[in-house]
């Protein structure tokens, strides 16, 4: 695919099933190559031979060229990846400095939550937490905090809980509060926070955009490229390292150009498993947007395009003992964490996260994955029958 300025705005199955477009000049490779240079030299008069390369920790053309496509993807102005979802997160975090205030929703991804509470806690940064499903609520938390960045995740992980994001991008933008949502578990695909009035939407590339759990990486899109937010996340990817490899980032890029079947069969098997568990006697729960019985239902419809994501939590009509029954049980679902990628997982968040927690004894939550629906029911038939 060659590139023409002429030619109509492509969608995005298209951008990314060619990569973003384009092939390597030198040699007409449809696949770029992995840049391995970590210097770039300048000529006899001491200027760069390429102006868009000095340092391997600054820029290349591989991450630029990635970094463009997701930009499409995400109607965003620029984009940055980072070597990890939490690099990216650090890098928003930063932008509040002493004295100022980071409103968060609870019940979020743990991570974030512990890292927000660790990093305000030593920087003299005001941390208040609360549940952005109450929308009148967290309206009147933003009133009373007066918080310089208000952080979401939409949907929630692991409680799958959507908050209204037009409505609170709203009150952000009137108190003047940097708005960034974490979308990872939706993707650029499903969720476009900046066409709903974020200022910045984040995603651990480890998950979904990868898709095959063999790396890690994130990547922090803003809707205003000149903005001084921004300008500080690209320093701060620059100065405190916090750079993808060019290796992952190939990695990355290939995996990128399956996101929309991906996407597609993911949001369409877990739509079918939630809908499956819900109907089945030994489940107490599902929690998953795409229900129409779901609290978040109205919210989800009205956000979100293509589906509704593919994570999704269950609450086992059990103790903790008959919820680790089901999970050992289970043969397709793999035991272990993360999200996003091919193959179906399982976990017990609560053996993770702890009593402290919160996090209800009989919850598990589901990544779900490219199988055949029919094998991913009938695991689940198999494992529910035990107790
Ligand atoms: N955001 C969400 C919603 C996540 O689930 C995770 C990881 O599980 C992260 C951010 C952190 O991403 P990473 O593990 O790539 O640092």
């Given at each position: 695919?060659?590139?023409?300025?002429?030619?109509?705005?492509?969608?995005?199955?298209?951008?990314?099933?060619?990569?973003?477009?384009?092939?390597d000049?030198?040699?007409?490779?449809?696949?770029?190559?992995?840049?391995?240079?970590t210097?770039?030299?300048?000529?006899?008069?001491?200027?760069?031979?390429?102006?868009?390369?000095?340092?391997?920790?600054?820029?290349?053309a591989?991450?630029?060229?990635?970094?463009?496509?997701?930009?499409?993807?995400?109607?965003?102005?620029?984009?940055?990846?980072f070597?990890?979802?939490m690099?990216a997160?650090?890098?928003?975090?930063?932008?509040?400095?002493?004295?100022?205030?980071?409103?968060?929703?609870?019940?979020?991804y743990?991570?974030?939550?512990?890292?927000?509470?660790?990093?305000c806690?030593?920087?003299?940064?005001?941390?208040?937490?609360?549940?952005?499903?109450?929308?009148?609520?967290?309206?009147?938390?933003?009133?009373?905090?007066?918080?310089?960045?208000?952080?979401?995740?939409?949907?929630?992980?692991?409680?799958?809980?959507?908050a209204?994001?037009?409505?609170?991008?709203?009150?952000?933008?009137?108190?003047?509060?940097?708005?960034?949502?974490d979308?990872?578990?939706?993707?650029?695909?499903?969720?476009?926070?900046?066409?709903?009035?974020?200022?910045?939407?984040?995603?651990?590339?480890?998950?979904?955009?990868?898709?095959?759990?063999?790396?890690?990486?994130?990547?922090?899109?803003?809707?205003?490229?000149?903005?001084?937010?921004?300008?500080?996340?690209?320093?701060?990817?620059?100065?405190?390292?916090?750079?993808?490899?060019?290796?992952?980032?190939?990695?990355?890029?290939?995996?990128?150009?399956?996101?929309?079947?991906?996407?597609?069969?993911?949001?369409?098997?877990?739509?079918?498993?939630?809908?499956?568990?819900?109907?089945?006697?030994?489940?107490?729960?599902?929690?998953?947007?795409?229900?129409?019985?779901?609290p978040?239902?109205?919210?989800?419809?009205a956000?979100?395009?293509?589906?509704?994501?593919?994570?999704?939590?269950v609450?086992?009509?059990?103790?903790?003992?008959?919820?680790?029954?089901v999970?050992?049980?289970?043969?397709?679902?793999?035991?272990?964490?993360?999200?996003?990628?091919?193959?179906?997982?399982?976990?017990?968040?609560?053996?993770?996260?702890?009593?402290?927690?919160?996090?209800?004894?009989n919850?598990?939550?589901?990544?779900?994955?490219?199988?055949?629906?029919?094998?991913?029911?009938?695991?689940f038939d198999?494992?529910?029958?035990?107790?």
């Amino acid at each position: 695919m060659a590139e023409d300025a002429k030619a109509p705005a492509l969608h995005p199955e298209s951008l990314l099933a060619h990569g973003g477009g384009g092939f390597d000049p030198a040699t007409g490779a449809v696949v770029p190559p992995i840049p391995t240079a970590t210097t770039f030299v300048r000529d006899e008069n001491y200027a760069l031979v390429d102006g868009d390369h000095l340092y391997g920790r600054d820029d290349n053309a591989l991450f630029r060229k990635t970094e463009t496509l997701i930009a499409a993807l995400e109607g965003a102005g620029d984009s940055r990846l980072f070597a990890s979802g939490m690099a990216a997160a650090a890098a928003v975090v930063r932008t509040v400095k002493p004295g100022g205030t980071i409103l968060v929703q609870s019940g979020i991804y743990w991570g974030t939550t512990a890292f927000l509470r660790d990093h305000c806690a030593h920087t003299g940064v005001a941390l208040h937490e609360a549940d952005a499903a109450d929308l009148s609520a967290f309206c009147d938390d933003i009133a009373a905090t007066k918080p310089d960045l208000v952080w979401l995740e939409v949907p929630s992980n692991p409680y799958l809980k959507v908050a209204d994001t037009p409505a609170i991008a709203a009150l952000c933008q009137e108190a003047g509060a940097l708005l960034c949502v974490d979308a990872t578990a939706a993707t650029p695909l499903v969720l476009k926070p900046l066409a709903l009035g974020a200022d910045l939407v984040m995603h651990s590339a480890t998950k979904a955009l990868n898709g095959h759990s063999d790396l890690l990486g994130g990547v922090v899109s803003a809707s205003d490229k000149d903005s001084a937010a921004w300008a500080f996340i690209c320093a701060e990817r620059k100065m405190a390292g916090a750079v993808m490899g060019s290796f992952e980032v190939w990695l990355l890029l290939r995996g990128l150009r399956t996101l929309a079947l991906r996407v597609e069969r993911m949001n369409a098997n877990a739509m079918a498993l939630a809908e499956y568990l819900a109907a089945h006697p030994t489940i107490e729960r599902v929690l998953y947007p795409g229900l129409e019985t779901d609290p978040g239902h109205a919210l989800a419809r009205a956000q979100m395009t293509g589906g509704f994501g593919s994570l999704l939590s269950v609450r086992v009509k059990g103790s903790r003992e008959d919820t680790l029954k089901v999970t050992g049980a289970l043969s397709l679902f793999q035991r272990a964490t993360s999200l996003g990628g091919v193959e179906s997982l399982v976990e017990h968040r609560f053996t993770i996260e702890g009593p402290g927690s919160g996090v209800p004894e009989n919850l598990l939550r589901l990544s779900v994955g490219i199988e055949h629906i029919e094998d991913l029911k009938a695991d689940f038939d198999r494992a529910l029958a035990i107790i």
